[in-house]
């Protein structure tokens, strides 16, 4: 059974994230135990894949855990395969658990999307998704981190995307793409740190330049 850490846990939404290996996966109420439910808890957990997410199930917190706010140093015996096992778990630092990405700061996050497009860094881009992330082009709608920047690298087809604006209304962060002969509206849904939704929409057609 993987070992982890649970990154956040929202009461409200009935989700969280746990992350193991560098790798996160969402978490919803029912599959995680109310003791592992606090940032920083080591935890245990199944992988089960649903609408092509990779979700963790069957998530408890790990024997001989504590969470509690205070503590500040996790994994150095408690976390040990043996009993006689010494030094750091690999799993754990002195901070796990802790994100520098985007968190509280949803407009720099899509500055950074913006950039990253704008260069073709589609690797990176990823990384600016939850794992759980939704897209729709048009009709079309796609779901999981994967398949959000596959279908953007088929959207762009070599053009990088070029901003216009950036702007936030009511939570939705919009922003303004010229991409070859087209006018986009991309809107950006954020929690935690990372894009969860994204909406691009055709807005217009460049009018063409005679000679």
Partial sequence: MPRGVVLWFDAVSGEGRIRRDGREYPVAARDIEPAAR??????????????GV?????VTLRRGARVSPRQHRFGDLAGAHHPDEK???????NHPGLDPSYEGHPVDLIREWVRLANIGELSTLALLYAPEARLQVGSERVMGR?????????????????????HEHDGVIEVELGL????????????????VEQWVTTVRRRPSVRS
């Fill in 38 to 51: 606090l940032p920083r808890a080591r935890v245990h957990f199944d992988i089960r894949r649903e609408d």
């Fill in 54 to 58: 990779k979700r963790a199930v069957s």
């Fill in 87 to 93: 030094g750091h778990h690999p799993l754990s630092d």
């Fill in 146 to 166: 994967s398949d959000v920047v596959e279908r953007l690298s088929r959207l762009f087809a070599g053009d990088h995307p070029q901003a216009n604006s950036i």
């Fill in 180 to 195: 070859g002969d087209r006018i986009l509206q991309a809107r950006f849904a954020v929690a935690h740190g990372h894009v």
